[in-house]
């Protein structure tokens, strides 16, 4: 379907915590941290707020497209850590922003939250439900991460990225595939005001293999062979995963966009981040083939292919 990216934004919280910070907290290394995961530092937000985030990234998207915040008729926020119970983060940040004509409302797909908005957002623009929308991941995981717990906060961290989508332009949404399975939703949880509790080595083999499966079979329905695709956005939440996943699909290193040594896993928010900084570092040009593919709790996870 016809789905322009027509900006992008990120925000990351100014507070670095890097391996050597978290070997003063908890029994760990930089090199276990960085050999196992491939993470050397995060972003922590200490002042701002997940609003404050998503706006920061929203405002640089918007710029990025040259479209007005009036322009906007739809917001979706794909989020785990949403400031508040209720109202959606999407309604707080339709009102900061002034778009006074969108109507707003959150998705919760943990990881994979920007792909299933990507689906969602782009099926509603191609059915003429809106023209141009406002897509974001953001994330404040730090506020759930058990911070005694050396198997969990080492990995994750906080942040925003947004982009603007429209139905008119040259971009298009090839082919998505999006999987859920609540069968498995004990491997990555928090319990209600809790902490993010996970089984890694069953996340680790599931997060190879289902995330090959759905890109091969987005390949396949828009009839695109793997040596075609120009880059490939993860979802960064361990280098070993996603080099395994890029052999299994026979894509060298180099057209896969890491960013994972700088912000750890910022669910929801690492793809746009990635797709927004591998734009404004040339990696990614108009008229690419696109492989975005996700993991996350649910389990959730799915793959989209775009032309840029
Ligand atoms: N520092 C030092 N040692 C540690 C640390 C740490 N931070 N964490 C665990 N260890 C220890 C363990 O206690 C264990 O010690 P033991 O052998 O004495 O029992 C040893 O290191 C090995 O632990 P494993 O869990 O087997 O290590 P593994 O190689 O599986 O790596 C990791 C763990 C990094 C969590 C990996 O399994 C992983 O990345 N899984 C995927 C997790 C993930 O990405 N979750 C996020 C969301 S889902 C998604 O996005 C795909």
Redesign the pocket.
Known sequence: MGITIEGLGYYTPKHVLSNFD?EKM????DE??TT??GIKERRIAKEESLLYMSYEASLKALEDAKVQPREIELIVLATLTPDLGFPASACLLQAKLGADRAYAFDISA??SGFLYGLEVVGSILASGGAKKALLVGAERLSQIVDWND???????GDGAGAVVLSSEGEGELLASALRSDGNYWD??YSERCGY?R?K??E??K??VRS?AEVCEEVLQKANIRSEDVDLVVP????I??IEALAEKLSIPMDKVYTNIHKYG?T?AA?IPIALCEAKQTGRLKRGDIVLLT????G?T?GACLLRF
């Open positions: 978290l908890v029994d760990t290394s276990w941290i196992r995961t943990a990881c050396r198997s969990t906060c080492v990995l994750f491997i990555l993010i996970m890694g080595k996340l680790f599931l997060a995330m979802h960064q939440a361990n070993r995963i896993n669910s690492s996700a993991m996350g709790g389990l996870w």
